[in-house]
């Protein structure tokens, strides 16, 4: 079964400063790749995807991830962080499977703080 | 309206309450879902319905139970809760789920419930 796994649970950067966030998942062949960004007391917004073809990818805010297949990674970075970035981001993963196995698993999530 | 939205945002209830939240989404999905969502706790993933129907319960007590009466309305009906069971409570929609695990979710505001 896929697992999703964020090793840090809280991180703080100076506003200004760039960012990367860590995602790394369990799973034998490529999977679909999805990183979500949740304000205090809001449901979840969609900041990026990958399926296939370029590795890079460019998301919403600035937010861009790469697509590691050999670190089974698929880290989020951010060049230059604004406060309003403060939030709590999750990486989540699908299968192009059917059944249950084809629902997202979402990570246990990374607390951003921003010091101004 | 549009995307997902959750009734009441907050709610309040004792352990011998009967509640239920509702969920509606204005995307022309045909897939629903209920996540919790607590302090320590990873999202976990409850109920998925796909047309109307329930194709994953993720072994939610039966103090929990879901109703999808259409593709664009889900509820969560709670009666005799725990204060366990207190958390963020989130309603996500997709274009469908169970064909592959590639679809986009879209997550409504969640409501905080807290049971005394």
């Known amino acids: 079964a896929q697992s999703v796994t964020q090793p840090d649970i809280h991180i703080t950067v100076s506003e200004g400063a760039s960012l990367e966030l860590r995602c790394n998942y369990s799973y034998g062949a490529t999977p679909y790749l999805f990183w979500y960004v949740q304000s205090p007391g809001q449901g979840l917004q969609l900041l990026l995807k990958?399926?296939?073809?370029?590795?890079l990818v460019q998301g919403i805010k600035g937010f861009e991830a790469e697509f590691k297949r050999s670190q089974s990674s698929f880290n989020l970075r951010k060049p230059s962080v604004h406060w309003s970035d403060a939030a709590e981001y999750f990486c989540a993963v699908g299968t192009p499977y059917g059944g249950s196995q084809g629902n997202l698993i979402f990570g246990k999530g990374t607390k951003l703080s921003v010091k101004p | 309206e549009t995307g997902v939205t959750q009734t009441p945002r907050h709610l309040v209830m004792g352990m011998t309450n009967k509640k239920s939240l509702k969920c509606e989404q204005h995307?022309?999905?045909?897939?629903m879902y209920w996540y919790k969502q607590s302090a320590k706790k990873p999202l976990e993933l409850m109920f998925v319905?796909?047309?109307?129907?329930?194709?994953e319960n993720n072994s939610v007590p039966s103090r929990f139970s879901p109703e999808c009466p259409n593709s664009s309305h889900l509820f969560l009906h709670l009666h005799t809760l725990q204060p366990e069971d207190s958390a963020l409570y989130l309603c996500a929609s997709s274009l469908s789920s169970g064909t592959s695990g590639g679809d986009e979710q879209f997550f409504g505001p969640g409501t905080r419930l807290t049971v005394l």
């Open positions: 995307l022309g999905h045909n897939a």
């Open positions: 990958y399926f296939s073809g370029d590795t």
């Open positions: 319905y796909n047309f109307k129907e329930q194709t």
